[in-house]
């Protein structure tokens, strides 16, 4: 099964940190479709057009399709070839962010990749209302985070809290490394004596790890990790450091008092979303 990834871009060459991720991520890269994003300013109104708007879009438009061209370039010197790769110029007319999710949702992709230029854009809406508005509501698909990946970093480390999200995040992970067959994953969870909310820490990593072998992960691919609760946010970008992990994968959403639910509330929300380096960070 085909896989089709959007990977938004800027005009600036050296953040295509996203476009990088791809390359370097995925070994094998037939049976890969790849759309690249470039999302100029909102165009004027009809009463607002003069040749001033005009020519500031025509720059626009120009810096955007230099931008997809080297993102292009970046793709095909990591080993996709011509016919993998669409792009794609765009119109914000709906505020960057929002055309963002938009372009996700219809296009069916199987994920939505941002470097730090989009990165940049959606921690101004983090700041505002991210759990309630766009983690839970509006994304219909997963979003990878690239804040400059180290593209020698290998593995996912998938954190689960045995919450219906999780099992999400790991049937989404568990088709990824389906195209990513170089690529382990460890699967984390945040225990408080042995356990995981009302569940035990022994089952989640059990059903974990049947959920990702039902979609085709073998046992040998699969590993386990358990850190304290109390150290969550920190624990986890030392675990990624440390060990050289390419990705960090959790679930959207999770148990009212578990790990995953805290993801986007408080301080391991930021931790994460705005500190992780090194690693990609997948929420699905």
């Known amino acids: 099964m085909e896989r089709h990834l959007l990977v938004t871009v800027s005009e600036k060459h050296d953040n295509l940190f996203g476009v990088r991720f791809l390359g370097s ?12 994003l470039y999302l100029t300013p909102r165009p004027p109104g009809r009463f607002e057009k ?3 708007t005009e020519q500031r879009l025509k720059k626009s438009e120009a810096k955007g399709n230099k931008a997809l061209r080297n993102a292009k370039s ?3 010197k990591t080993g996709f070839d011509e016919e993998q790769i669409k792009t794609k110029l765009r119109p914000a007319r709906i505020g960057k962010v929002n055309e963002i999710i938009q372009e996700g949702s219809e296009g069916k992709y199987d994920a939505v ?3 730090r230029r989009g990165l940049s854009r959606l921690e101004e809406t983090f700041d505002e209302s991210v759990s309630s508005t766009l983690f839970d509501q509006e994304w219909g698909f997963p979003l990878w985070i690239c804040r400059n990946p180290d593209t020698k970093r290998k593995d996912v480390l998938a954190c689960v809290d045995g919450s219906d999200a999780s099992l999400r995040m790991l049937d989404h992970v568990g088709f990824i ?12 969870t945040i225990s408080k004596k042995g356990t995981v909310g009302d569940k035990d820490a022994d089952e989640v990593l059990y059903e974990s790890k049947k959920a990702l072998m039902k979609v085709g992960v073998s046992n ?10 109390a150290t969550a946010g920190k624990a986890i970008m030392r675990e990624a450091s440390a060990k050289y992990f390419a990705a960090v994968a959790v679930g959207r959403t999770g148990k009212a008092m578990g790990f995953l639910k805290k993801i986007f509330v408080g301080s391991v929300s930021r931790t ?13």
């Open 25 to 36: 991520f995925f070994e094998e890269k037939k049976g890969m479709k790849v759309t690249i």
């Open 50 to 52: 003069d040749m001033d």
């Open 74 to 76: 970046e793709l095909l």
């Open 113 to 115: 990749v941002l470097g």
């Open 177 to 188: 490394l389906g195209q990513a067959i170089h690529q382990n994953v460890t699967l984390l």
């Open 220 to 229: 040998e691919r699969i590993q386990y990790q358990v850190i304290p609760e």
């Open 272 to 284: 994460l979303f705005q500190e992780l380096e090194g690693a990609a960070l997948w929420l699905a």
